[in-house]
Nanobody
Framework: QVQLVESGGGLVQAGGSLRLSCVAS????????MGWFRQAPGKEREFVAAISWSGGSTTYSADSVKGRFTISRDNTKNTVYLQMNSLKPEDTAVYYC???????????????WGQGTQVTVSS
């Protein structure tokens, strides 16, 4: 069992930056690939970024965040990060981290989910 707790969300102006953190409980964190997803009001939850268990492989949403967001992890701290730069109003959403067996863009591939953290970008 893995429990995930996100933090670092908040209100930021367009062009600003935030760093989200997701801390995992349990001793098996390093066995899991980790992903970040987001869900805006009235929209489906969508993939943002994923990272392999070792951190050696990363995948990003093709158009919306690539070049602006960076996913990383520190297995010694059981933590995965999402550095978000050049934020835009359309990045406003609840951001969720998730743990699964492979760095996948598909929600169904993730077994454990956090409760989410709100990110609001004002124009």
């Amino acid at each position: 069992q893995v429990q995930l707790v996100e933090s670092g969300g908040g209100l930021v102006q367009a062009g600003g930056s935030l760093r989200l953190s997701c801390v995992a409980s349990g001793r098996t964190f390093s066995s899991y690939a980790m992903g970040w997803f987001r869900q805006a009001p009235g929209k489906e939850r969508e993939f943002v970024a994923a990272i392999s268990w070792s951190g050696g492989s990363t995948t990003y949403s093709a158009d919306s965040v690539k070049g602006r967001f960076t996913i990383s992890r520190d297995n010694t701290k059981n933590t995965v990060y999402l550095q978000m730069n050049s934020l835009k109003p359309e990045d406003t959403a609840v951001y969720y981290c998730a743990a699964g067996m492979g760095p996948s863009i598909y929600r169904a591939q993730y077994t454990y989910w956090g409760q989410g953290t709100q990110v609001t970008v004002s124009s």
